[in-house]
């Protein structure tokens, strides 16, 4: 294959950890233009030199005379704050990885997708907040979006040539996370040591606690929503503790189609890297021998509304799935923080969402002001906590 240019935002986080190791793997395929952090700096600066990258960008400005000595005498750019993320991420490249954290990935997401190249989104809050206003500008800029999520790349894989119109059910598994089987009293007392151990993925704090709360799945049905035009109503969602099957889609005939895979993001990353072929990766292949039992089993909204609160939100539509995620946002930082309790995390973003309605935002500056609102909103309850 011909060599193809990449963009990594969100470069030193654990999605843009694999997806360098995989890209470290094939130095001959690749040229890395812009990869950017938020302050590692030191991080940052070692990946750029080794990847030979055209840019290096800190997202906190007070970063970059740190970033320029750690570059100096490089040839490589130094840029910093969310001005020069936007900018790199607007610099032509054959595929975009879209890995930054949070909100904070939507300026530079959107960006990438104005090149009209390949998107390879994991950011997915960036989607649940823009929601409509991505898909279009997508489409308005002839953009590919390829699903990093596994959930999201499964999908897209299980629905390959088919017509979405055939499909009865999109069904997303989730592991239910570490607290899957405690009980009330134990969800109130869990601490943010134990909500960042998940039991199969290894990934950054904040989607960790999403995971534990099922917050994540919550996103994901949104994310879900927007990436496969089948309607709310098909989208459900399935325990799977052993994440091996990690999603499936049924069709009006009666049969299922599903993607099965170790847990290791460097499968769906790979799926979107090569797409629409496929490339090797040093994962070792399933061995259902091994693993023995695949068990399934409904979700408990008793004990894990968020899944329920997702939902409403996207059946709201609107401003609504932004306001959610901004408010869950604040609401993890604050859990991480030791401000509040783990089951206040889900209490608070139903309170924000019960205090702000704003209107459908139109643009980018619109969804971005709606998430600048529900964070303050969601700060002052969590400080009042
Ligand atoms: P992480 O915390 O490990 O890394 C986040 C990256 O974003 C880092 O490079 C960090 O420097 C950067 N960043 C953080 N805040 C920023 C800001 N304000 N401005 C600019 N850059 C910022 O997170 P992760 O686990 O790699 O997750 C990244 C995204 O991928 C999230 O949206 C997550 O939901 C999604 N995702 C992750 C996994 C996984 O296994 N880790 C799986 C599916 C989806
Ligand atoms: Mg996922």
């Given at each position: 294959?011909?060599?193809?240019?990449?963009?990594?935002?969100?470069?030193?986080?654990?999605?843009?950890?694999?997806?360098?190791?995989?890209?470290?793997?094939?130095?001959?395929?690749?040229?890395?233009?812009?990869?950017?952090?938020?302050?590692?700096?030191?991080?940052?600066?070692?990946?750029?030199?080794?990847?030979?990258?055209?840019?290096?960008?800190?997202?906190?400005?007070?970063?970059?005379?740190?970033?320029?000595?750690?570059?100096?005498?490089?040839?490589?750019?130094?840029?910093?704050?969310?001005?020069?993320?936007?900018?790199?991420?607007?610099?032509?490249?054959?595929?975009?990885?879209?890995?930054?954290?949070?909100?904070?990935?939507?300026?530079?997401?959107?960006?990438?997708?104005?090149?009209?190249?390949?998107?390879?989104?994991?950011?997915?809050?960036?989607?649940?907040?823009?929601?409509?206003?991505?898909?279009?500008?997508?489409?308005?800029h002839?953009?590919?979006?390829?699903?990093?999520?596994?959930?999201?790349?499964?999908?897209?894989?299980?629905?390959?040539?088919?017509?979405?119109?055939?499909?009865?059910?999109?069904?997303?598994?989730?592991?239910?996370?570490?607290?899957?089987?405690?009980?009330?009293?134990?969800?109130?007392?869990?601490?943010?040591?134990?909500?960042?151990?998940?039991?199969?993925?290894d990934?950054?704090?904040?989607?960790?606690?999403?995971?534990?709360?099922?917050?994540?799945?919550?996103?994901?049905?949104?994310?879900?929503?927007?990436?496969?035009?089948?309607?709310?109503d098909?989208?459900?969602?399935?325990?799977?503790?052993?994440s091996?099957?990690?999603?499936?889609?049924?069709?009006?005939?009666?049969?299922?189609?599903?993607?099965?895979?170790?847990?290791?993001?460097?499968?769906?990353?790979?799926?979107?890297?090569?797409?629409?072929?496929?490339?090797?990766?040093?994962?070792a292949?399933?061995?259902?021998?091994?693993?023995?039992?695949?068990?399934?089993?409904?979700?408990?909204?008793?004990?894990?509304?968020?899944?329920?609160?997702?939902?409403?939100?996207?059946?709201?539509?609107?401003?609504?799935?932004a306001?959610l995620?901004a408010?869950?946002?604040?609401?993890?930082?604050?859990f991480?923080?030791?401000?509040?309790?783990?089951?206040?995390?889900?209490?608070?973003?139903?309170?924000?969402?019960?205090?702000?309605?704003?209107?459908?935002?139109?643009?980018?500056?619109?969804?971005?002001?709606?998430?600048?609102?529900?964070?303050?909103?969601?700060?002052?309850?969590?400080?009042?906590?």
């Amino acid at each position: 294959m011909t060599q193809r240019s990449i963009s990594i935002l969100g470069a030193t986080g654990s999605i843009g950890a694999s997806t360098l190791d995989l890209v470290r793997r094939d130095p001959a395929g690749w040229r890395v233009v812009a990869l950017t952090a938020q302050c590692r700096v030191g991080e940052l600066a070692a990946l750029a030199r080794e990847f030979a990258a055209q840019i290096a960008v800190v997202g906190d400005a007070r970063y970059l005379p740190e970033l320029r000595a750690a570059l100096a005498g490089s040839g490589i750019e130094a840029a910093a704050g969310p001005a020069a993320l936007v900018e790199a991420a607007g610099r032509p490249v054959d595929i975009t990885i879209a890995a930054i954290v949070g909100c904070a990935g939507l300026a530079p997401t959107m960006a990438a997708i104005e090149q009209g190249g390949i998107v390879a989104l994991a950011n997915k809050e960036a989607l649940v907040s823009a929601g409509e206003v991505m898909t279009a500008a997508v489409a308005r800029h002839g953009a590919t979006l390829l699903p990093v999520d596994s959930e999201h790349n499964a999908i897209f894989q299980c629905l390959c040539a088919n017509d979405p119109a055939d499909v009865r059910f999109i069904t997303l598994t989730a592991s239910g996370g570490p607290f899957r089987d405690w009980n009330a009293d134990q969800l109130a007392g869990a601490t943010p040591a134990q909500a960042v151990r998940h039991p199969n993925w290894d990934m950054g704090a904040k989607i960790s606690v999403d995971s534990a709360t099922m917050m994540n799945k919550g996103l994901e049905l949104i994310e879900a929503y927007h990436l496969f035009p089948v309607g709310l109503d098909r989208l459900r969602i399935i325990v799977h503790p052993q994440s091996v099957v990690h999603s499936m889609v049924e069709y009006r005939d009666g049969s299922t189609l599903a993607q099965l895979g170790p847990s290791d993001m460097r499968v769906p990353i790979a799926s979107a890297l090569a797409w629409p072929r496929r490339m090797d990766t040093p994962c070792a292949p399933l061995d259902l021998a091994a693993i023995g039992e695949l068990t399934f089993r409904a979700p408990d909204e008793a004990r894990f509304p968020a899944t329920r609160l997702a939902r409403e939100a996207a059946r709201a539509g609107g401003a609504i799935p932004a306001v959610l995620n901004a408010a869950n946002e604040i609401a993890v930082a604050a859990f991480l923080d030791g401000q509040i309790a783990f089951t206040r995390i889900a209490a608070h973003v139903e309170d924000v969402l019960s205090s702000f309605a704003p209107p459908a935002p139109a643009c980018l500056s619109d969804v971005l002001a709606v998430d600048h609102e529900a964070r303050a909103r969601a700060r002052l309850l969590t400080e009042s906590a």
